[in-house]
Protein backbone atom coordinates (compact mmCIF):
# COMPACT_ATOMS: atom_id res chain seq x y z
CA UNK A 1 0.00 0.00 0.00
CA UNK A 2 1.63 3.55 -1.18
CA UNK A 3 1.69 6.02 1.87
CA UNK A 4 1.07 9.67 1.42
CA UNK A 5 4.48 10.24 0.36
CA UNK A 6 4.68 8.25 -2.19
CA UNK A 7 1.09 8.83 -3.46
CA UNK A 8 1.79 12.59 -4.15
CA UNK A 9 4.53 12.36 -6.06
CA UNK A 10 4.33 12.05 -10.21
CA UNK A 11 4.71 8.82 -12.17
CA UNK A 12 7.65 8.38 -14.90
CA UNK A 13 8.69 5.63 -17.14
CA UNK A 14 11.99 4.64 -17.86
CA UNK A 15 12.87 3.99 -21.67
CA UNK A 16 15.66 1.23 -21.33
CA UNK A 17 15.73 -1.54 -18.84
CA UNK A 18 19.53 -2.45 -19.49
CA UNK A 19 22.33 -1.16 -16.75
CA UNK A 20 21.89 2.33 -17.20
CA UNK A 21 18.16 2.50 -16.56
CA UNK A 22 19.03 -0.14 -13.47
CA UNK A 23 21.30 3.56 -12.53
CA UNK A 24 18.22 5.48 -13.42
CA UNK A 25 15.60 3.91 -11.11
CA UNK A 26 18.22 4.03 -8.18
CA UNK A 27 18.93 7.28 -8.71
CA UNK A 28 14.54 8.69 -9.07
CA UNK A 29 14.22 6.64 -5.66
CA UNK A 30 17.37 8.44 -4.06
CA UNK A 31 15.56 12.02 -5.28
CA UNK A 32 11.97 10.89 -4.44
CA UNK A 33 10.60 13.54 -6.99
CA UNK A 34 9.00 10.55 -9.59
CA UNK A 35 8.09 7.68 -8.54
CA UNK A 36 8.86 5.23 -11.32
CA UNK A 37 6.03 3.24 -12.53
CA UNK A 38 7.91 0.58 -14.87
CA UNK A 39 10.30 0.26 -17.71
CA UNK A 40 9.77 0.58 -20.94
CA UNK A 41 12.11 -1.72 -23.69
CA UNK A 42 12.43 -1.98 -27.73
CA UNK A 43 13.23 -5.62 -26.84
CA UNK A 44 9.83 -6.95 -26.94
CA UNK A 45 10.55 -10.25 -24.92
CA UNK A 46 11.52 -8.29 -21.15
CA UNK A 47 7.48 -7.44 -21.08
CA UNK A 48 6.61 -8.97 -17.77
CA UNK A 49 10.03 -9.30 -16.53
CA UNK A 50 10.00 -7.42 -13.06
CA UNK A 51 13.81 -5.62 -13.05
CA UNK A 52 14.78 -4.24 -9.45
CA UNK A 53 11.24 -4.24 -8.11
CA UNK A 54 9.23 -2.58 -11.00
CA UNK A 55 7.95 -4.48 -14.13
CA UNK A 56 8.86 -4.09 -18.05
CA UNK A 57 5.47 -2.47 -18.82
CA UNK A 58 5.59 -2.40 -22.70
CA UNK A 59 7.91 -1.53 -26.07
CA UNK A 60 7.95 2.72 -26.88
CA UNK A 61 4.84 1.61 -29.10
CA UNK A 62 2.87 1.18 -26.06
CA UNK A 63 3.31 4.40 -24.71
CA UNK A 64 0.41 5.70 -25.56
CA UNK A 65 -1.88 3.09 -24.17
CA UNK A 66 -0.11 3.19 -20.73
CA UNK A 67 -0.61 6.36 -20.82
CA UNK A 68 -4.32 5.94 -21.03
CA UNK A 69 -4.07 3.19 -19.16
CA UNK A 70 -1.80 4.28 -15.84
CA UNK A 71 -2.31 7.82 -16.37
CA UNK A 72 1.73 8.53 -16.64
CA UNK A 73 3.24 11.46 -18.63
CA UNK A 74 6.70 11.81 -17.46
CA UNK A 75 9.58 9.21 -18.71
CA UNK A 76 13.06 9.74 -18.96
CA UNK A 77 15.19 7.48 -21.59
CA UNK A 78 17.90 5.42 -20.10
CA UNK A 79 20.11 4.42 -22.92
CA UNK A 80 23.54 4.72 -23.24
CA UNK A 81 24.00 4.70 -27.01
CA UNK A 82 23.78 9.16 -27.48
CA UNK A 83 22.10 8.16 -30.80
CA UNK A 84 20.07 6.14 -29.40
CA UNK A 85 19.14 8.42 -26.91
CA UNK A 86 18.52 11.74 -28.68
CA UNK A 87 15.62 10.30 -31.27
CA UNK A 88 13.80 8.16 -28.90
CA UNK A 89 13.63 11.03 -27.00
CA UNK A 90 12.58 13.38 -29.49
CA UNK A 91 10.36 10.41 -30.49
CA UNK A 92 8.41 10.28 -26.87
CA UNK A 93 8.60 13.67 -26.62
CA UNK A 94 6.44 14.07 -29.75
CA UNK A 95 3.58 11.75 -28.58
CA UNK A 96 3.35 13.90 -25.28
CA UNK A 97 5.08 12.96 -23.21
CA UNK A 98 7.07 15.41 -20.72
CA UNK A 99 11.00 14.44 -20.52
CA UNK A 100 12.21 14.59 -16.79
CA UNK A 101 15.98 14.69 -15.34
CA UNK A 102 17.44 12.64 -12.74
CA UNK A 103 20.03 14.06 -10.49
CA UNK A 104 21.30 12.02 -7.80
CA UNK A 105 20.95 13.62 -4.00
CA UNK A 106 24.84 13.53 -3.95
CA UNK A 107 25.38 15.40 -6.85
CA UNK A 108 26.82 19.06 -6.73
CA UNK A 109 25.50 21.14 -9.39
CA UNK A 110 25.65 24.78 -8.74
CA UNK A 111 22.52 27.01 -8.49
CA UNK A 112 23.42 28.72 -11.27
CA UNK A 113 23.75 25.87 -14.04
CA UNK A 114 21.05 25.88 -16.95
CA UNK A 115 20.20 22.05 -17.54
CA UNK A 116 17.75 21.06 -20.63
CA UNK A 117 15.64 18.06 -20.01
CA UNK A 118 16.25 13.92 -20.27
CA UNK A 119 19.53 14.19 -18.15
CA UNK A 120 20.98 12.23 -15.90
CA UNK A 121 23.32 13.64 -13.71
CA UNK A 122 24.78 9.98 -11.38
CA UNK A 123 26.25 9.90 -7.76
CA UNK A 124 28.94 11.91 -6.94
CA UNK A 125 28.99 14.55 -10.24
CA UNK A 126 30.23 18.35 -10.11
CA UNK A 127 28.86 20.79 -12.24
CA UNK A 128 29.92 24.12 -11.68
CA UNK A 129 28.91 27.66 -11.77
CA UNK A 130 27.74 28.94 -15.05
CA UNK A 131 27.86 25.55 -16.63
CA UNK A 132 25.12 25.13 -19.72
CA UNK A 133 24.15 21.19 -19.83
CA UNK A 134 22.04 20.45 -23.29
CA UNK A 135 19.16 17.38 -23.68
CA UNK A 136 19.45 14.13 -22.84
CA UNK A 137 23.05 14.21 -21.47
CA UNK A 138 24.61 11.53 -19.33
CA UNK A 139 27.09 13.54 -16.34
CA UNK A 140 28.50 9.82 -15.15
CA UNK A 141 29.39 8.90 -11.46
CA UNK A 142 31.60 11.39 -10.20
CA UNK A 143 32.35 13.26 -13.20
CA UNK A 144 33.70 16.99 -12.93
CA UNK A 145 32.19 19.68 -15.47
CA UNK A 146 33.82 22.75 -14.32
CA UNK A 147 32.93 26.51 -14.61
CA UNK A 148 31.05 27.97 -17.75
CA UNK A 149 31.54 24.60 -19.79
CA UNK A 150 29.33 23.40 -22.27
CA UNK A 151 28.08 19.99 -22.98
CA UNK A 152 25.61 19.42 -26.42
CA UNK A 153 23.05 17.88 -26.47
CA UNK A 154 22.91 13.57 -26.28
CA UNK A 155 26.72 13.93 -24.67
CA UNK A 156 27.73 11.02 -22.23
CA UNK A 157 30.69 12.48 -19.96
CA UNK A 158 31.71 9.13 -18.32
CA UNK A 159 32.51 8.48 -14.86
CA UNK A 160 35.45 10.04 -12.95
CA UNK A 161 36.33 12.26 -16.05
CA UNK A 162 37.20 15.87 -15.74
CA UNK A 163 36.33 18.95 -18.11
CA UNK A 164 38.54 22.10 -16.79
CA UNK A 165 36.37 25.43 -17.15
CA UNK A 166 35.38 26.64 -20.39
CA UNK A 167 35.40 23.70 -22.59
CA UNK A 168 32.46 23.27 -24.97
CA UNK A 169 31.76 19.56 -25.64
CA UNK A 170 29.51 19.14 -28.92
CA UNK A 171 26.44 16.74 -29.77
CA UNK A 172 26.88 13.07 -29.13
CA UNK A 173 30.38 13.57 -27.85
CA UNK A 174 31.84 10.62 -25.65
CA UNK A 175 33.97 11.17 -22.98
CA UNK A 176 35.57 8.05 -22.10
CA UNK A 177 36.23 6.97 -17.93
CA UNK A 178 38.69 9.25 -16.06
CA UNK A 179 39.70 10.87 -19.42
CA UNK A 180 40.65 14.48 -18.75
CA UNK A 181 40.28 17.58 -21.12
CA UNK A 182 42.20 21.08 -20.06
CA UNK A 183 40.27 24.35 -20.01
CA UNK A 184 38.68 26.65 -23.20
CA UNK A 185 39.08 23.43 -25.40
CA UNK A 186 36.57 21.93 -28.12
CA UNK A 187 35.40 18.52 -28.65
CA UNK A 188 33.84 18.03 -31.54
CA UNK A 189 30.29 16.62 -32.26
CA UNK A 190 30.26 12.92 -32.31
CA UNK A 191 33.69 13.07 -31.14
CA UNK A 192 35.37 10.12 -29.14
CA UNK A 193 37.80 10.52 -26.04
CA UNK A 194 39.00 7.37 -25.17
CA UNK A 195 39.36 6.31 -21.22
CA UNK A 196 42.16 7.84 -19.28
CA UNK A 197 42.93 10.19 -22.05
CA UNK A 198 44.52 13.58 -21.69
CA UNK A 199 43.26 16.02 -23.91
CA UNK A 200 45.61 19.00 -24.58
CA UNK A 201 43.92 20.26 -28.29
CA UNK A 202 40.64 20.68 -29.41
CA UNK A 203 39.27 17.03 -30.79
CA UNK A 204 37.57 17.42 -34.16
CA UNK A 205 34.20 16.45 -34.82
CA UNK A 206 33.58 12.60 -35.59
CA UNK A 207 36.93 11.38 -34.71
CA UNK A 208 39.04 8.97 -31.99
CA UNK A 209 41.20 10.54 -29.71
CA UNK A 210 43.53 8.41 -26.88
CA UNK A 211 46.24 8.35 -24.44
CA UNK A 212 48.47 11.34 -22.60
CA UNK A 213 48.67 13.36 -24.31
CA UNK A 214 45.78 12.20 -26.47
CA UNK A 215 46.59 11.73 -30.07
CA UNK A 216 43.97 10.80 -33.00
CA UNK A 217 43.37 7.71 -33.92
CA UNK A 218 40.41 7.67 -36.15
CA UNK A 219 39.03 10.29 -38.34
CA UNK A 220 35.71 10.35 -40.18
CA UNK A 221 35.93 13.78 -40.89
CA UNK A 222 38.49 16.62 -41.04
CA UNK A 223 37.42 19.65 -39.17
CA UNK A 224 35.01 21.72 -40.66
CA UNK A 225 34.03 25.53 -40.02
CA UNK A 226 32.46 25.34 -37.12
CA UNK A 227 32.25 28.55 -36.23
CA UNK A 228 27.95 28.96 -35.63
CA UNK A 229 27.44 25.27 -34.42
CA UNK A 230 27.92 24.43 -31.05
CA UNK A 231 25.14 23.71 -28.74
CA UNK A 232 21.88 23.79 -30.74
CA UNK A 233 19.39 23.50 -28.18
CA UNK A 234 20.79 26.23 -26.21
CA UNK A 235 18.69 28.48 -28.60
CA UNK A 236 15.87 27.01 -26.99
CA UNK A 237 14.50 29.27 -24.12
CA UNK A 238 15.53 28.15 -20.66
CA UNK A 239 14.57 30.56 -17.88
CA UNK A 240 18.06 32.02 -16.66
CA UNK A 241 19.65 30.97 -20.00
CA UNK A 242 19.90 34.24 -22.11
CA UNK A 243 21.57 35.70 -18.77
CA UNK A 244 23.95 33.01 -18.05
CA UNK A 245 25.39 33.08 -21.98
CA UNK A 246 25.70 36.45 -21.80
CA UNK A 247 27.44 36.79 -18.83
CA UNK A 248 29.60 33.86 -19.95
CA UNK A 249 30.61 36.13 -22.68
CA UNK A 250 31.06 39.28 -21.37
CA UNK A 251 33.88 37.38 -19.20
CA UNK A 252 35.71 35.62 -22.47
CA UNK A 253 35.55 39.37 -23.85
CA UNK A 254 36.97 40.81 -20.69
CA UNK A 255 40.15 38.56 -20.71
C1 LIG B 1 38.86 4.64 -27.58
C2 LIG B 1 37.92 3.46 -27.60
C3 LIG B 1 36.49 3.96 -27.79
C4 LIG B 1 38.26 2.46 -28.70
O1 LIG B 1 37.94 2.95 -29.90
P1 LIG B 1 38.03 2.05 -31.21
O2 LIG B 1 37.51 2.96 -32.26
O3 LIG B 1 37.36 0.75 -31.05
O4 LIG B 1 39.61 1.89 -31.36
P2 LIG B 1 40.55 0.59 -31.29
O5 LIG B 1 40.17 -0.32 -30.17
O6 LIG B 1 40.62 0.04 -32.67
O7 LIG B 1 41.92 1.26 -30.89
C5 LIG B 1 42.63 2.09 -31.77
C6 LIG B 1 44.00 2.31 -31.16
O8 LIG B 1 43.86 3.07 -29.96
C7 LIG B 1 44.41 2.35 -28.85
N1 LIG B 1 43.51 2.62 -27.73
C8 LIG B 1 42.20 2.34 -27.65
N2 LIG B 1 41.70 2.81 -26.50
C9 LIG B 1 42.71 3.39 -25.83
C10 LIG B 1 42.80 4.07 -24.60
N3 LIG B 1 41.72 4.25 -23.83
N4 LIG B 1 43.98 4.56 -24.21
C11 LIG B 1 45.09 4.41 -25.00
N5 LIG B 1 45.07 3.77 -26.20
C12 LIG B 1 43.88 3.27 -26.61
C13 LIG B 1 44.41 0.90 -29.29
O9 LIG B 1 45.35 0.17 -28.57
C14 LIG B 1 44.72 1.04 -30.75
O10 LIG B 1 46.09 1.32 -30.87
P3 LIG B 1 46.95 0.74 -32.12
O11 LIG B 1 46.30 1.29 -33.36
O12 LIG B 1 48.31 1.26 -31.86
O13 LIG B 1 46.83 -0.75 -32.03
C15 LIG B 1 37.97 2.60 -26.33
O14 LIG B 1 39.20 1.91 -26.24
C16 LIG B 1 37.78 3.40 -25.08
O15 LIG B 1 38.70 3.94 -24.46
N6 LIG B 1 36.51 3.41 -24.67
C17 LIG B 1 36.07 4.10 -23.49
C18 LIG B 1 35.16 3.16 -22.71
C19 LIG B 1 34.55 3.83 -21.53
O16 LIG B 1 34.95 4.90 -21.10
N7 LIG B 1 33.53 3.20 -20.99
C20 LIG B 1 32.81 3.75 -19.86
C21 LIG B 1 31.34 3.55 -20.09
S1 LIG B 1 30.41 4.25 -18.79
Same mark, same amino acid.
Given at each position: ?????????????????????????????????????? !?????????????????????????????????????????????????????????? !????????????????????????????????????????????????????????????????????????????? !??????????????????????????????????????????????????????????????????????????????????
Amino acid at each position: MQNDKTRSKQTCVILGCGGHGRVVLDILRGAAIYEAVG !FVDSNPEMIGRRIDGIEVLGTPNDLPALRDRLGVGHAIVAIGDNGVRRALSDEIESIG !FELINAIHPSANVARNVTLGRNIVISAGALVCAHCQIGDSVILNTGCIVDHETLVGTATHICPGSRLAGRVAVESGA !FIGIGATIIQSLRIGYEAVVGAGAVVIDDVAPMSTVVGVPAREVKSIQKTAELNGWLVPEMSRPISGRAEVMESIIAASDSQ
